[in-house]
């Protein structure tokens, strides 16, 4: 499935979801690289690198692929895919992490001068401690397509398997050891905004509501440097276990950490229930960013706001 350290679950008092299905590929040096895999043909290649003052993220991805970008819930922009490549530039700044998404397109970033449609310049997070930056997903058909991969690249993952198909890639971007947090239950603080990054799918960021993740958690993968790690959440999705096209969404994801903090919250013996969207307002329920201290439970409440 993969050649990653999978993360040993042995003797932790307690577990949770990704504690079974969580892989590490470690590195000390500044870059690290891994690539998808399907029918032994490589598909797509994810790389992350430290730089002097920055991190960057770069996701090679075959011709042919719908390239959708969302802003406050809304299909702003959409292109087909040409000798195209995903950069991410991030500047750390304490705990803050902002920076700018680019698609390159046969050489030419189709989004230049749409800067008030899109998320470049900034895509940021207030706290990337608390809540990895999410890059972006990718929804796969069963014919993935295929990318050069011109130097090698050691780590990698399949995307089939005998009796299952992951259908789904989301990328994130968080502080090295955030995934292994959570698998191995090390640190329970700030469990409502870790519950969110378990349990539900990026839909959050692109159309605005909550929405958990419809399928399995097969491969939690965490593609590490010495200080950052990039962790792909690779599964199947059963609401749509077959998507017609190929596709790569990015988003607008500015002050969005802001944004969950003003969610309506209600905690329980059992967990959280945490609103779906943003409107809905109770005198009786706390905000996200009221509760900060707490185990990760049970998750989410599916009503709409």
């Given at each position: 499935?993969?050649?990653?350290?999978?993360?040993?679950?042995?003797?932790?008092?307690?577990?949770?979801?990704?504690?079974?299905?969580?892989?590490?590929?470690?590195?000390?040096d500044s870059q690290n690289k891994i690539m998808?895999?399907?029918?032994?043909?490589?598909?797509?290649?994810?790389?992350?690198?430290?730089?002097?003052?920055?991190?960057?993220?770069?996701?090679?991805?075959?011709?042919?692929?719908?390239?959708?970008?969302?802003?406050?819930?809304?299909?702003?922009?959409?292109?087909?895919?040409?000798?195209?490549?995903?950069?991410?530039?991030g500047s750390p700044k304490r705990k803050k992490?902002?920076?700018?998404?680019?698609?390159?397109?046969?050489?030419?970033?189709?989004?230049?001068?749409?800067?008030?449609?899109?998320?470049?310049?900034?895509?940021?997070?207030?706290?990337?401690?608390?809540?990895?930056?999410?890059?972006?997903?990718?929804?796969?058909?069963?014919?993935?397509?295929?990318?050069?991969?011109?130097?090698?690249?050691?780590?990698?993952?399949?995307?089939?398997?005998?009796?299952?198909?992951?259908?789904?890639?989301?990328?994130?971007?968080?502080?090295?050891?955030?995934?292994?947090?959570?698998?191995?239950?090390?640190?329970?603080?700030?469990?409502?905004?870790?519950?969110?990054?378990?349990?539900?799918?990026?839909?959050?960021?692109?159309?605005?509501?909550?929405?958990?993740?419809?399928?399995?958690?097969?491969?939690?993968?965490?593609?590490?440097?010495?200080?950052?790690?990039?962790?792909?959440?690779?599964?199947?999705?059963?609401?749509?276990?077959?998507?017609?096209?190929?596709?790569?969404?990015?988003?607008?994801?500015?002050?969005?950490?802001?944004?969950?903090?003003?969610?309506?919250?209600?905690?329980?013996?059992?967990?959280?229930?945490?609103?779906?969207g943003v409107t809905l307002e109770s005198t009786?329920?706390?905000?996200?960013?009221?509760?900060?201290?707490?185990?990760?439970?049970?998750?989410?409440?599916?009503?709409?706001?």
């Amino acid at each position: 499935m993969n050649n990653g350290i999978r993360h040993s679950y042995f003797g932790q008092e307690y577990i949770s979801e990704l504690s079974g299905c969580s892989f590490y590929f470690p590195t000390e040096d500044s870059q690290n690289k891994i690539m998808g895999v399907f029918k032994g043909k490589v598909f797509c290649i994810f790389s992350l690198k430290e730089i002097e003052g920055g991190v960057e993220v770069y996701i090679s991805f075959p011709d042919n692929y719908k390239c959708h970008h969302y802003m406050k819930g809304k299909l702003v922009h959409e292109f087909i895919s040409d000798n195209a490549h995903l950069t991410y530039h991030g500047s750390p700044k304490r705990k803050k992490m902002s920076g700018e998404i680019h698609i390159k397109n046969n050489g030419e970033n189709p989004l230049k001068g749409r800067a008030n449609l899109l998320e470049a310049p900034r895509v940021s997070t207030s706290n990337i401690e608390l809540h990895p930056l999410p890059i972006c997903r990718i929804e796969l058909t069963g014919e993935p397509g295929i990318v050069d991969s011109k130097k090698e690249v050691n780590n990698f993952f399949n995307i089939d398997l005998p009796n299952l198909f992951f259908n789904t890639i989301e990328v994130n971007l968080s502080k090295r050891g955030y995934l292994e947090s959570i698998a191995g239950v090390t640190n329970i603080e700030n469990s409502p905004y870790k519950s969110l990054f378990v349990y539900t799918s990026l839909h959050t960021y692109f159309t605005g509501n909550i929405e958990l993740k419809p399928g399995y958690y097969p491969q939690a993968l965490a593609l590490q440097t010495a200080k950052y790690e990039l962790i792909l959440i690779v599964g199947r999705e059963l609401k749509n276990p077959n998507y017609k096209q190929n596709t790569l969404i990015s988003f607008h994801t500015k002050d969005y950490f802001k944004e969950l903090g003003q969610r309506m919250l209600v905690e329980n013996e059992k967990g959280y229930f945490i609103a779906k969207g943003v409107t809905l307002e109770s005198t009786s329920c706390l905000r996200m960013r009221d509760v900060l201290h707490s185990f990760p439970k049970s998750c989410l409440d599916t009503r709409e706001s």
